[in-house]
């Protein structure tokens, strides 16, 4: 087997993918502890789940900073609905009393 010859321009542009990942993770995590938070308030104020009206809102402004970008807004309210369709299952789990 050939090893890999080594080539410092690729590494370069690994390590900023590495960072960048590694950021998008942390990111995720701190979202989720807010919309747990969310999801307890929802709970407790007797809310539903979903929120429909505010998802397609997100969603449009989302895909909105996403063009501004340069990012493909399909692939962005694809990843936001993911996200979100994630929320809500906390959402009802917390709401029928589940640990998260």
Known sequence: ???PQHDPQLDEYRASIDNIDAALVHLL???FKITKAVGRYKAGADLPAADPAREEIQIARLRQLAEESGLDPVFTEKFLRFVVAEVIHHHQRISEG???
């Open 29 to 31: 995590a701190e979202r």
């Open 1 to 3: 087997m050939v090893e």
């Open 98 to 100: 589940e640990p998260l």
